[in-house]
């Protein structure tokens, strides 16, 4: 048995035709990115409105790293930057 073929506490993603931590995987997603879609997807059939705000917190945070130069193509290449030293 595989990670896939079980689910702790619940069954709103193994009920779902592909898993949301699939779609990250092989979309290469970050963190973020990653826990819009999670909420995306279940929000019907886990916990309602609150995922929605949810989105909206994540997506207000995303927004702020990006106005702030600390997200999206810019974050990459300073991230890179450090890691070649």
Not at 14 to 43: S, T, V
Not at 58 to 72: P, S
Not at 74 to 83: A, S
């Amino acid at each position: 048995m595989n990670a896939l073929d079980k689910q702790i506490d619940g069954t709103h993603y193994k009920a779902m035709g592909i898993q949301p931590w699939e779609i990250i995987e092989k979309n290469h997603l970050d963190y973020f990115e990653g826990a819009i879609l999670k909420y995306l997807l279940r929000w019907r059939t886990k916990d309602g409105v609150i995922d929605l705000d949810k989105i909206i917190h994540y997506v207000e945070r995303m927004k702020e790293m990006a106005q702030e130069g600390y997200y999206g193509e810019k974050f990459i290449i300073v991230e890179e930057k450090k890691c070649q030293g």
